[in-house]
T-cell receptor, first 111, second 114 residues
Framework: GEDVEQSLFLSVREGDSSVINCTYT??????LYWYKQEPGAGLQLLTY?????DMKQDQRLTVLLNKKDKHLSLRIADTQTGDSAIYFC???????????FGGGTRLMVKP | KAGVTQTPRYLIKTRGQQVTLSCSPI?????VSWYQQTPGQGLQFLFE???????NKGNFPGRFSGRQFSNSRSEMNVSTLELGDSALYLC?????????????FGPGTRLTVL
């Protein structure tokens, strides 16, 4: 079945860039998503990329997609303490709206 | 425009009981999906409804069921609760089946089974 993998933890200093990586196995993925989850809250959609794109930029967020290697990354520029959260990547294939999530990367931003 | 709402936000039940959770999607959205989030298993897909029909189902036992009403509101039911059903249950709303590419999540219902 489909599998999505993420590293567990990332620590950066405030003002630096953060890069969160994700790999997936489903070659029929159509959309790939990044969500943010703060303690006690639901998932906040940050950005998404269609599988025929290789890059998408949205303010401080840059998504890179290497479809050949099935590798997705999220770069957060000028990381702030408010960016501390768990970040999930997710993929959606052609079978409706079902998302397969990675295990999440906990981002800690040090002042 | 109001976001996805879920009720109740917190629930405590005992083993063997049943529970019903409710999700109201964003106005105009016709697809509602449900997910279970636990520390051990992460986020797992339960089922998806579109226009009152279940379109996809995850790998969960038959104790987990759901439905969608004509106004797109959805409910999920868990019967004969087990301790392992303790989780955050999230629903997601999307504009249309397959074509829509943004899925928005509600705040979740935290279920504790004692």
């Amino acid at each position: 079945g489909e599998d999505v993998e993420q590293s567990l933890f990332l620590s950066v200093r405030e003002g630096d860039s953060s890069v969160i990586n994700c790999t997936y196995t489903d070659s029929s993925s159509t959309y790939l998503y990044w969500y943010k989850q703060e303690p006690g809250a639901g998932l906040q959609l940050l950005t998404y990329i269609f599988s025929n794109m290789d890059m998408k930029q949205d303010q401080r967020l840059t998504v890179l997609l290497n479809k050949k290697d099935k590798h997705l990354s999220l770069r957060i520029a000028d990381t702030q303490t408010g960016d501390s959260a768990i970040y999930f990547c997710a993929e959606r294939n052609n079978a409706g709206n079902m998302l397969t999530f990675g295990g999440g990367t906990r981002l800690m931003v040090k002042p | 425009k109001a976001g996805v709402t879920q009720t109740p936000r917190y629930l405590i039940k005992t083993r063997g009981q049943q529970v019903t959770l409710s999700c109201s999607p964003i106005s105009g959205h016709r697809s509602v999906s449900w997910y279970q989030q636990t520390p051990g298993q992460g986020l797992q897909f339960l089922f998806e409804y579109f226009s009152e029909t279940q379109r996809n189902k995850g790998n969960f036992p038959g104790r987990f069921s759901g439905r969608q009403f004509s106004n797109s509101r959805s409910e999920m039911n868990v019967s004969t609760l087990e301790l392992g059903d303790s989780a955050l249950y999230l629903c997601a709303s999307s504009l249309e089946l397959a074509g829509g590419n943004e899925q928005f999540f509600g705040p979740g219902t935290r279920l504790t089974v004692l």
